[in-house]
């Protein structure tokens, strides 16, 4: 028999995948050409080409054992070393290869960050519509997720509720800018102020309140919009980036994190992120993919084809009447349901093959999240069904 923990989180098992299985069984069905899934953020985009240049030149290296050998938990001290300097050309700042972990993705340097900090019963607060994995992730190391609740104006942060839930018992905040499901990019204000309630309550608690950015959007943003680096604005910040978007790699698990040296308790915490990669049975990010990645340090995906959705979608789906806060970033809209039930629409969406993923998966019910991470012809031939979903709402 499985673990009593486990049984609850197959029970509870993610509603994207689900819904992206779901897609799946329907293809089968009706045909792939004729089903509609927006459920899954799985880059359409195709990586630069430069990717797989640099894999082959890396394979080609003669060196087997730099290419597939173990090396320090952190990852290659020269992968590290390129990486920091092309975040302080970005950001100007100033790290070095000691402040970057190597590690399994985005979500693996979560994971690491989270065992490095969390006692049992610790809280760490999250902002509603947040990634549903937060939940998972917190209640691995037996933390408590404390929800903020979601401004419904315009996405950004609600500094009273936040301000109100912050206890002698918070380790951490995890803030995820663009945001998912949103698209949102929380402004420099929003950012300043957070971090002067932060520092207000670090003072107050007499405790370190540790905010850990989950980065692995930040380079898919439009109309020029800029995302502020969190270190820059709050010393007590871990961000944790993932070259899953920017690059269109997620299935090669390939990210880090960046621990500054002002962190409170910073070689303390690099000390445990190392083992924490360990004995998480990481051990380390996979090595060819790291040494792949510092050749194209420079390099992104054409995020013009993710605008070219977004602007489809957004400017169709208001004129069908669906209200959406438009996206700064990432590729979702998060879109308001026509019933306030988010998943019996999600249901009846499902009726004209649209899979969508409820909102209530992230922490926001009456909601919906589109997934544009998709091709264009399949949003211009999804239109008319979208049109079809909302005249079944017409008049109620």
Known sequence: MISNKMTELVAGSSVIRAMFEEGKRLAGLYGAENVFDFSLGNPSVEPPVEIKQAIVEVLQEDRPNLIHGYMNNSGFEDVRAAIA?????????????????????????????????????????????FFGEYRNYVSN????????????????????????????????????SPNNPTGVVYSEETIKELSDILNKKQEELGNPIYLISDEPYRELVYDNIEVPYLTKYYHNTVVA???????????????????PNELSGYNEV???????????????APSLI???????????????????????????????????????????????????????????AKEFNLLLVPGSAFGCPGYCRIAYCVNNDMIKRALPKFKELSKVYEGK
């Open 85 to 129: 300097s092309s975040i302080n050309m970005k950001n100007n700042t100033e790290f070095t290869y000691n402040n970057i972990v190597m590690t399994v993705g985005a979500a693996g340097g979560l994971n690491v960050i989270l065992k490095t900090f969390l006692n049992p019963g610790d809280e760490v607060i999250v902002f509603a519509p």
């Open 141 to 176: 190391f037996d933390g408590k997720i404390v929800i903020v609740p979601p401004n419904l104006e315009n996405f950004q942060i609600n500094m009273e509720a936040f301000t109100d839930l912050i206890t002698d018992q918070t380790k951490a905040v995890i803030i995820n």
């Open 290 to 348: 790291q040494r792949a990645v510092a050749k194209c340090l420079d390099l992104q995906v054409d995020t013009s084809i993710y605008n070219d959705n977004r602007e489809l979608l957004y400017n169709n789906l208001t004129e069908y009447g669906f209200e959406c806060v438009k996206p700064e970033g990432a590729f979702y809209l998060f879109v308001k349901c026509l019933e306030e039930d988010d998943k019996a629409f999600t249901a009846k």
């Open 241 to 259: 980036y993932s070259y899953s978007k920017s690059l269109s790699l997620p299935g090669e698990r390939i990210g880090y994190l960046v621990i």
């Open 270 to 284: 690099i000390a445990a992120a190392n083992v924490a990669t360990r004995i998480l049975g990481f051990v380390n």
